[in-house]
Every structure is written in structure tokens, then in C-alpha cells.
């Protein structure tokens, strides 16, 4: 491996492992002026603020970055993984390996790429596993897509519920095409029904705290069904049947068992001519 050391100064006295990843979520500094090599050469240095993280990119995880602090402190391998950066010293993938050396005071290794740019972020960091559904999120919400925008608000006004459940309530199509969301292709549906069903779940977990599956994938989406699909369901109706007796709210399997214990309740004490059919 062809290795070239850089002679820069040891960094001050470290911060907390809190007050870096603060350091990281601020704005991107200008970036400082650093060798330019585009050849695929490694560098190696201590001065971590030569580098500025990019808002497109993942959100620094402290979780994550103890657990590489544990790991490099048993074997430090960071030279075998360095960080790819742009020409302008920005961070496309190792903003957690960086973090980690940082707090070791250990140097950091790096390659400066001269096609590389923000639009290669989820390219290098795909097959990484702390790419999760809600880093691509962030990612296309930065880019401005107007979809992702409002998954991000949605979520925003409806904190309890699950990253998956919010996209499914949300999106114009319920199947979970993953591919489609990691590719910034998702589109979403209307706001209005997604604000039904997740007002209705919330109510049902705040008056009916004996039930423990609110954020079930099954139960979310029974009551999507419900309010989407199932001619004259009324929420409120629903709801005033269910704290008859709320104890009949019962943990199910699956969206199918959800569906017969709603179509249930909400016939019950209902004549035989007015019942609802859920299914």
C-alpha cells in the first residue's frame, strides 16, 4: 500500500465523545487547504480538523462510534479502511471511523477523490450496515426531494410511530420497494389519510394504555384498511366502542387477526342490517 505521512500537529486535548459528534452536526467549516493528491494515494494525519462532514451524509451515531472506539482500542485497523473524501476535504464515507480516531487521538487515514461528490454518498455507504431506511431519508430530505420532505414532517408530528409504519401510512403505495427508496424514487400519498389513521392509532395508545402493540405492523395496518378502505368505518365510533370495554383490545398475530377483532368491536351491540364489514 503506498502510504505517505503527513507531518501535522497533535490535536489539543480531547472533548467528550458528546461534544464531537455536537461538533460534527454544525454547520461544515470552510474546508482546510490539504495535499492534492487524486492518484488514489493514502494519507495519514492527526489534524481531524482538516476534514468537514457533508449534510446529505448519515448523522453521527455516539452508539457507533463507541462501539469502533472498543474495537480500534483491541486491534487498530484503520489504515486497512480510509476515509474517501472529496477534493474539497469532504467526508463521503468514515465519518464514524474519523470520530472514533479522534477521540483515541489516533491518526486518521484518507483518500482524496477527484469525481467524488455528495451525490456518492449512498453509492460507497450502501453496503454498510448502518445505512438504515431513515439514513436514506435524511439524505434525499437534504436533497430537497419534495417526498422525503414530508416523511420527514410526518414523522416529525407523529414521533411514536415507527420509521417503517410512517412510510407505509405515507406512501402512495403500501409494499416496502426498498430499492425504490434507497434510489430517492419513493413518492408519497395523501397526507390527509396518513393523518387519519396515525391521529387514530395515538388516540387508541393514549386511552388505551392495557394495549401494548400500537406500533405492531399488523395492528398499523388493520387501522389503515379501516380508514382507507372499509366503507363507513368512523373513527370516532370505533373509538367509543372500544373503551366500552378496552380490555377486548387483544395482542393478534397479524393484519388478518386484527381486521376480525375490529369488525367485531365495531358491531357489537350493532343491528345485523347496519353492521360494517371490514373484509
Given at each position: 500500500?503506498?502510504?505517505?505521512?503527513?507531518?501535522?500537529?497533535?490535536?489539543?486535548?480531547?472533548?467528550?465523545?458528546?461534544?464531537?459528534?455536537?461538533?460534527?452536526?454544525?454547520?461544515?467549516?470552510?474546508?482546510?487547504?490539504?495535499?492534492?493528491?487524486?492518484?488514489?494515494?493514502?494519507?495519514?494525519?492527526?489534524?481531524?480538523d482538516l476534514?468537514?462532514?457533508?449534510?446529505?451524509?448519515?448523522?453521527?451515531?455516539?452508539?457507533?462510534?463507541?462501539?469502533?472506539?472498543?474495537?480500534?482500542?483491541q486491534?487498530?485497523?484503520?489504515?486497512?479502511k480510509?476515509?474517501?473524501?472529496?477534493?474539497?476535504?469532504?467526508?463521503?464515507?468514515?465519518?464514524?471511523?474519523?470520530?472514533?480516531a479522534?477521540?483515541?487521538?489516533?491518526?486518521?487515514?484518507?483518500?482524496?477523490?477527484?469525481?467524488l461528490?455528495?451525490?456518492?454518498?449512498?453509492?460507497?455507504?450502501?453496503?454498510?450496515?448502518?445505512?438504515?431506511?431513515?439514513?436514506?431519508?435524511?439524505?434525499?430530505?437534504?436533497?430537497?426531494?419534495?417526498?422525503?420532505?414530508?416523511?420527514?414532517?410526518?414523522?416529525?408530528?407523529?414521533?411514536?410511530?415507527?420509521?417503517?409504519?410512517?412510510?407505509?401510512?405515507?406512501?402512495?403505495?403500501?409494499?416496502?420497494?426498498?430499492?425504490?427508496?434507497?434510489?430517492?424514487?419513493?413518492?408519497?400519498?395523501?397526507?390527509?389519510?396518513?393523518e387519519?389513521?396515525?391521529?387514530?392509532?395515538?388516540r387508541?395508545?393514549?386511552?388505551?394504555?392495557?394495549?401494548?402493540?400500537?406500533?405492531?405492523?399488523?395492528?398499523?395496518?388493520?387501522?389503515?384498511?379501516?380508514?382507507?378502505?372499509?366503507?363507513?368505518?368512523?373513527?370516532?365510533?370505533?373509538?367509543r366502542?372500544?373503551?366500552?370495554?378496552?380490555?377486548?383490545?387483544?395482542?393478534?398475530?397479524?393484519?388478518?387477526?386484527?381486521?376480525?377483532?375490529?369488525?367485531?368491536?365495531?358491531?357489537?351491540?350493532?343491528?345485523?342490517?347496519?353492521?360494517?364489514?371490514?373484509?
Open positions: 500500500m503506498n502510504s505517505v505521512e503527513i507531518a501535522l500537529p497533535l490535536a489539543s486535548p480531547l472533548a467528550s465523545l458528546a461534544q464531537q459528534v455536537d461538533h460534527y452536526c454544525t454547520e461544515s467549516p470552510a474546508p482546510v487547504a490539504a495535499p492534492v493528491a487524486l492518484d488514489g494515494t493514502i494519507y495519514q494525519t492527526t489534524n481531524y476534514f468537514h462532514l457533508l449534510p446529505e451524509n448519515r448523522k453521527v451515531d455516539p452508539s457507533h462510534v463507541r462501539k469502533l472506539v472498543t474495537m480500534i482500542t486491534s487498530n485497523l484503520l489504515h486497512i480510509p476515509l474517501d473524501v472529496t477534493a474539497t476535504m469532504g467526508v463521503i464515507d468514515g465519518q464514524h471511523r474519523l470520530a472514533a479522534r477521540e483515541l487521538g489516533l491518526p486518521v487515514y484518507y483518500k482524496i477523490g477527484q469525481q461528490s455528495e451525490a456518492d454518498i449512498t453509492t460507497l455507504n450502501v453496503a454498510q450496515k448502518n445505512w438504515q431506511g431513515t439514513d436514506y431519508l435524511h439524505f434525499w430530505t437534504v436533497k430537497g426531494r419534495t417526498n422525503y420532505v414530508a416523511l420527514t414532517r410526518f414523522r416529525e408530528r407523529h414521533p411514536t410511530l415507527s420509521f417503517s409504519n410512517a412510510k407505509m401510512m405515507l406512501g402512495v403505495s403500501t409494499k416496502n420497494n426498498a430499492a425504490e427508496f434507497r434510489a430517492g424514487q419513493w413518492q408519497a400519498g395523501e397526507a390527509y389519510k396518513a387519519q389513521v396515525a391521529e387514530l392509532i395515538e387508541i395508545a393514549a386511552e388505551v394504555p392495557t394495549f401494548k402493540q400500537p406500533n405492531h405492523s399488523g395492528f398499523v395496518a388493520a387501522v389503515y384498511h379501516c380508514v382507507i378502505n372499509v366503507e363507513g368505518f368512523d373513527g370516532k365510533e370505533f373509538m366502542k372500544i373503551l366500552l370495554n378496552p380490555r377486548i383490545l387483544v395482542p393478534c398475530a397479524s393484519h388478518k387477526q386484527f381486521l376480525q377483532m375490529f369488525e367485531e368491536i365495531y358491531n357489537y351491540r350493532t343491528a345485523e342490517a347496519n353492521r360494517v364489514r371490514f373484509s
